[in-house]
């Protein structure tokens, strides 16, 4: 019975509150510490039972009737089956546990007396929880009823059924058509399956006749099959004495519904059923079935299947409800039916009850509501029983509400609320436990929590009592409570603390108190310095195949030493670290390397540093690069003679953009398996319209390029022959060439063979006179040259190429203009003039008439030429040098001329062919220059204060010598330079002096330079060193240097020269003289006097450093003389004797420079 709320309802919900400590669903669950400290009665809970359905599958051994329970004391059993008292003790089949409700069917007999509804009751002396309803259900086997079926007969047209009415089983059930042989019978829209297992014909055909329609059912979950007695169909035909025409026409007829029946249905389906609706029409031809939703398009998860005959929406909700048609048609009319959905609902919950604790003398409210459709049918029951059947004085029942007042600790119970409809049934146990406790804290004593600095940390103080206790936290023996804002006490005990600071370490006290007595437990706070990637890694980019290097660096509080992790993640998913030779990742130092990365490393990368209480991380996306994959597939199309479209699927560009592609040929004829590029497209086209030659059997390939390299190309299109055509272009690179006077050569770059689009090519060429009025004159050649000849000097001419094949000319050729074969020019410059400056002569001449010019002007040259240097008498005669000045011009500048020299020049011009005639000689001179560097210049006697220095002239004065230019200063340890002294040198014919006054053991370096009236020439410098004292050895040592000395070796060479030369006359009999043997025969008197040990070292530059390794000076005077040859002396006048050996001037100027040198020793001054 129902009761209506009333206020006396109200004014009890509002004064009863729950004081329940512990919130479950199920029951009150006393933990073990509790029971630990204190030994609490509990109301029984059940924890395990069997599900609501129990079946007996033949295949199994036994069958488990599950129920376990738990309480304090601990509970006993007993079971209920079809509402009636059931003992399985009692009988001996069954298995019974131990301390257990669990009782076992075997599988070893009749199961059927066991089939029923069962129950579970576990009783202690607080109360009584029980369990669901369970069904055990026994399954028969199915089996169809042997009977005799009378042939099915059906004029052909005519719509007929075969039922197949399968057994009832367990479900789900499958049914098959099949003949004998296992051949399942087709179905199509004429022929189908209904839901309930019988096959319908839309109309009856002669193949239909057969004796061998089996309905097959099974039943997978008890893994049976059955099948229906086989059935026959006679289908009659029309009658044979009727006109053909008439015996094979079926009459057409609009549909009707085999099924369903009747014209509206309705259908119930529970909430997340499948909904199936079918409509299997007959008719002539075979209707076609639609359907519709009244008022609303049908579901997005509708799905029509069975040729269109069955709708089915799967898992249906309310809004799936209501009004759906379907109808089928033909050309001759259509059959309609209205299915109504109705969906109904199991019960569920609205408001379960619930477990509580509550405390003596306190208000208890125990609700329980559910929803479902219809409505479900709610039950109350305390212990099990109905509470009609256990009344109670202070309990009340308000429609969905159960009222304890003044609760008593005799009022524990279990509280059962079970909600039931057709569709199902709902139970749950509440315990409602009454007592009083005093704080029991469940947390460990002396806890330590880690915090870190900025982050929260929750400190705990788990309590059970009844009633609810009092918590309050204190700091550091404080007995104050901690507040503030960053501090929260919650419900359950704990106290939490926002954005932790350092000032919050230390020791914490949680404190429980209720009427009943208290407790308290300690806690201690560490707080830490926060963990912190401080160095991370970017996003990054990497080429396929290289090392990848990704970076990380933490920060984290040091008391974590031993703590600190440093990890690496790949896409949320750690990277394993096996460090063996074929892993391919390596951490050192907080680096992440990964060896040659592929494609499969790409990802985002995650560094995560980790302590026990904190973590930071930081990601980084890893993108590889390579290049892009081929297109794919390669698809001709729009195929014309002269030009075809290629498209194509672009492959993976690997993370850079394609920015082009490669268009490659290759054809069968002419270089087949050579491919070659044809076209380039950009990178963001897909297609192309290729150009292509007639007669050529083409196929393609498409490669795409990146910014990291090529793909590899695709695979090759089928081939593609284009027909052949007349040539589309005609010779290029025409050259008109005349190598003689009177022939012209014409030359051309012949058509790739590609480019003769068919067979027979060949080239006309045409040409004319420009200066006369006169016809093209043609040939047809093959080859790509043609020389016409007799033609007049350098003429100029029309000329044209034209190709052409078997299949027509090409297109009409461009005129080009030539010129016949070129001749020597015929007149020299006029007017020739020279300006002189120094080394650099500017020349100026006339220009040559083109028309004697017989050809195309290429330039004209210039030719001089050395005649005599002005300080000498005699001439020489020297190498002739050439300016060519292409183009043209009527000056020029040459220059490098030698200073004081007499020179010879003349001009000319020259065309193809050749040079012309050259202009008369013009002779002019240079002006004076200055002087080149002194060949020799060295130290020959160092003393304490004096150093002697000799050297010879300079090779070319290129002028008059007026003298020398001496210059010394002192350098000190640190290279630094002193004062410069100048000794100025008048005479030209001195070559040594001795310089006085100089410190002892003091490094000094000289400069020398020669000169003319002009200026003097470059500088030539040595170094030295002063000695300590002067050495008597040094006096003696010089005697090299005396000139009685000297002239005794000059003598003694001369005495061994000339018995040389007797004996090789005498050997040659007259043969030539050896320059070689001669220059060999006269050793250079430089090198004489030269003393190794000497401080001093020959520099001929002023570029020397002032530091340096010290060479020996008779070495470097021998390679600079070495080379003496005829070319040093091609400005004289060369005498031969009469075998043609050379003699004198080489000789007697050698002897003039040793003899000179040897003179300007002994005359120098002291």
């Known amino acids: 019975m129902r009761l209506q709320r009333s206020p006396l309802l109200a004014a009890v919900l509002g004064l009863i509150t729950c004081i329940c400590v512990f919130h479950t669903t199920a029951a009150i669950d006393i933990p073990l510490e509790v029971l630990s400290h204190i030994n609490i009665e509990q109301l029984p809970t059940i924890t395990a039972q069997s599900p609501s359905s129990l079946i007996a599958f033949p295949f199994d051994e036994s069958f488990p009737m599950t129920c376990e329970a738990k309480g304090n004391p601990e509970p006993e059993f007993r079971w209920t089956k079809n509402g009636q008292e059931f003992d399985p003790s009692l009988d001996p089949r069954l298995m019974k546990e131990e301390n257990s409700g669990t009782f076992v069917i075997p599988n070893n007999g009749n199961l ?65 058509w099949m003949t004998i042989n296992l051949q399942h019978i087709e179905q199509d829209e004429r022929v189908s399956m209904g839901l309930n297992g019988d096959l319908y014909f839309s109309h009856a055909v002669e193949k239909d006749s057969g004796r061998d329609y089996c309905c097959f059912a099974a039943f997978p979950r008890i893994r049976t099959i059955v099948q229906k007695t086989a059935m026959s169909v006679i289908v009659q035909t029309k009658k044979s004495d009727m006109s053909p025409e008439s015996a094979n026409a079926i009459l057409e007829r609009k549909p009707s519904l085999l099924t369903p029946s009747t014209a509206t249905s309705e259908t119930q389906l529970v909430k997340g059923e499948d909904l199936k609706l079918e409509c299997i029409a007959e008719g002539f031809p075979t209707p076609q079935v639609e359907w519709v939703k009244m008022g609303h398009q049908l579901p997005t998860k509708a799905k029509v299947e069975n040729h269109g005959k069955l709708l089915i929406v799967p898992r249906v909700e309310q809004e799936d409800s209501g009004k759906y048609m379907c109808k089928a048609k033909n050309g001759l009319g259509e059959a309609v039916h209205y299915f109504t959905l109705k969906i109904e609902e199991p019960p569920e919950w609205v408001i379960e009850p619930e477990s509580q604790l509550s405390m003596i003398g306190s208000e208890v409210l125990i609700k329980c509501s559910a929803s479902g459709t219809p409505q479900p049918t709610i039950t109350w029951r305390v212990n099990g029983e109905l509470l009609q059947g256990a009344p109670a004085a202070n309990r009340k029942v308000f429609d969905d509400t159960i009222a304890l007042r003044n609760a008593k600790a005799s009022d524990s119970a279990v509280y059962q609320c079970e909600a039931s409809n057709k569709h199902g049934t709902l139970l749950s146990n509440a315990n409602i436990m009454i007592m009083n406790l005093s704080p029991i804290i469940l947390t460990k004593e002396g806890e330590d929590y880690s915090a870190v600095e900025g982050k929260g940390v929750m400190m705990h103080c788990n309590v059970f009592s009844s009633p609810p206790s009092t918590i309050t936290w204190s700091k550091d023996d404080s007995s104050d409570s901690v507040e503030g804002p960053r501090l929260t006490i919650h419900e359950n005990g704990s106290l939490e603390i926002y954005s932790v600071e350092k000032g919050d370490t230390g020791q914490y006290t949680c404190l429980a108190k209720n009427t009943e007595g208290s407790s308290a437990i300690d806690a201690m706070l560490y707080v830490k310095d926060p963990t912190r990637i401080v160095v991370a890694q970017e996003d990054l980019q990497i080429l396929i195949g290289t090392t990848a290097q ?11 030493s031993n703590d600190f992790e440093l990890l690496w993640e790949k896409d949320d998913m750690k990277i394993a670290l096996n460090n063996t030779e074929n892993s391919r990742y390596f951490v050192e130092d907080g680096i992440l390397q990964i060896i040659n990365v592929s494609h499969r490393d790409q990802g985002v990368y995650t560094c995560v540093a980790r302590t026990p209480v904190d973590r930071d991380t930081a990601s980084a996306l890893l993108m590889v690069l390579d290049v892009p994959d081929a297109p794919e597939p390669l698809l001709l199309s729009e195929h014309k003679s002269k030009s075809v479209k290629l498209k194509w699927i672009p492959g993976d560009d690997h993370n850079s953009s394609t920015t082009e592609f490669i268009i490659e040929y290759e054809e069968s004829q002419w270089e087949p398996g050579n491919w070659k590029e044809l076209l380039r497209v950009p990178g963001n086209h897909n297609s192309a319209v290729l150009k292509l030659h007639g007669h050529v059997d083409y196929r393609f390939r498409v490669s795409g390029l990146n910014a990291v390299g090529r793909s590899l190309p695709s695979k090759p299109t089928e081939r593609y022959k284009t027909p052949p055509a007349a040539p589309d272009k005609n010779p290029e690179n025409i050259k008109i060439e005349g190598h003689l006077p009177h022939e012209m050569d014409i030359n051309w770059e012949p058509l790739l063979p590609i480019e003769h689009n068919g067979p027979g090519l060949e080239y006309k060429v045409s040409y004319r006179r420009q200066d006369v009025e006169e016809d093209w004159k043609e040939h047809l050649v093959k080859r790509h040259s043609f020389v016409v000849k007799n033609t007049p000097t350098f003429v100029p001419y029309d000329i044209k190429i034209q190709a052409r094949n078997h299949q027509g000319w090409g297109p009409e050729p461009k005129i080009v203009t030539g010129y016949s074969g070129e001749d020597f020019p015929s007149a020299a410059p006029e007017n020739v003039a020279v300006e002189v400056n120094s080394s650099v002569v500017k020349v100026s001449w006339t220009r040559v008439h083109k028309d004697k010019l017989h050809g195309h002007l290429g330039g004209y040259r210039i030719n001089w030429w050395r005649l005599r240097s002005l300080a000498a008498s005699k001439k020489s005669h020297e190498d002739k040098h050439t300016l060519t000045l292409p183009g043209d011009q009527n000056h020029a500048t040459v220059p490098g001329l030698t200073p004081f020299s007499e020179y010879s020049l003349i001009v000319m011009t020259f065309n193809g062919r050749g040079n012309g005639p050259g202009s008369n000689q013009l002779n002019f001179k240079t002006p004076e220059g200055v002087p080149e560097k002194n060949p020799v210049f060295r130290v020959t006697d160092v003393q304490k204060h004096t150093v002697s220095l000799v050297w010879a002239p300079p090779l070319e004065p290129n002028g008059i010598l007026t003298g020398y230019l001496l210059e010394y200063q002192l350098i000190n340890d640190t290279e630094e330079m002193g004062p410069l002294q100048t000794v100025d040198i008048s005479n030209p014919d001195t070559t040594k002096w001795k310089l006085r006054d100089l410190e002892p053991v003091s490094k000094y370096k000289f400069y020398l330079r020669s000169c003319t009236t002009v200026g003097c020439g470059p500088v030539v410098s040595e170094e030295c060193t002063t000695t300590l004292e002067t050495s008597l050895a040094s006096i003696h040592g010089g005697i090299s240097t005396q000139g009685w000395f000297i002239g005794l070796m000059c003598a003694i060479a001369l005495l061994t020269l000339i018995l040389l030369i007797a004996c090789f006359v005498n050997r040659n009999k007259g043969g030539k003289y050896s320059v070689k043997e001669k220059e060999d025969l006269h050793p250079d008197v430089e090198s004489q006097g030269m003393n190794d040990d000497t401080f001093c070292e020959y520099s001929d530059n002023d570029e020397k450093p002032l530091k340096g390794s010290q060479h020996s000076l008779s070495r470097e005077i021998k390679a600079g003389d070495s080379g003496d040859s005829l070319v040093d002396y091609g400005d004289e006048d060369v005498q031969f004797n009469e075998d043609g050996s050379f003699i004198g001037e080489y000789a007697g100027r050698k002897e003039k420079r040793v003899s000179a040198e040897i003179k300007a020793t002994i005359q120098t001054p002291a």
Request: aromatic letters at 12%.
């Open 550 to 560: 990704l970076s990380c660096l933490a920060e984290y509080d040091k008391s974590f």
């Open 112 to 176: 059927t007396e066991y089939q029923g509804t069962y129950r579970c009751y576990a009783s202690n002396k607080l109360g009584t929880a029980i369990s669901k309803e369970i069904e055990f259900i026994v399954p028969h086997v199915p089996k169809f009823p042997k009977e005799t079926l009378d042939p099915v007969v059906v004029e052909e047209g005519q719509p007929f059924t075969l039922k197949c009415n399968p057994p009832k089983g367990i479900p789900p059930l499958q049914i098959y």
